[in-house]
């Protein structure tokens, strides 16, 4: 009896993630809150991270691997591992800590700039929905200048400022975010391509809803 012939497997393979993006910042500032909206939709107390944890986000047909740093001091000598051949950086701080803005220039740009020659840094501002009740310690206008200096060569004629305020409480400016990372490394990343099938999923390897001492590295 013939065989019915192979149907053609539509799902592309998975490659290797060749995008990788380093999420840095000081504790408790929402680095993984950020994550977690922009990948479950969701925004709940997340735990402090140990180590880093990796989320692989698929882009077209492009994969993309976000390292969300822990930013507690006691991490401080293993993060800076997890810089290493990033591509971007998500330069993050709490718009109501002076001290987590304060620490992106003294501390974790120069050392990002030791490790890694990060074509793309974005400053993101996080906690945005307290600014109803909250008296804000850190301006825009601040972001935006750390913005500029952290990035001298890149061409604002074509490129809009890699500066975002966000809320991962509402999930204000979060997609605009991430996704202004992915195109600007895959502009147009989304659309199809040679009528491939166009994937957009994630796996997450770290699940900040439980103890976290056997999902992170
Ligand atoms: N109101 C408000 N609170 C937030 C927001 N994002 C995070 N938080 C709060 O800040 C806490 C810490 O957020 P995380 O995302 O765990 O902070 P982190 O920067 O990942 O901290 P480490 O993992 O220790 O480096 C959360 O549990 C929330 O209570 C936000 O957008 N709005
Ligand atoms: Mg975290």
Redesign the pocket.
Known sequence: MSQPPLRKNKKRKRNAAVLKVV?I?????????????YMERE????????GACFVLKTWGNHDIAIW?????EK?AGMTTFYYRNASAAIL?F?MFDRTSFYNLNQRYIPILNDVASAKLKVIVA?????LDNHTRKVSKEEGIELAKKSNPNLDFQKHALPYFE?????G?NVDQMFEYIFEFFYPGGLSPTTGEETVNGNIRLCD?SKPLNTHCC
């Open positions: 999420m910042g000081d504790a408790s500032i929402g680095k993984t809150c950020l994550v977690v909206r925004f709940y107390n997340s735990q402090s991270t140990i969300d740093t822990a930013g507690e991490y993050a709490d996080t906690k945005s929905d307290l966000t809320s991962a409480k509402t204000y900040t």
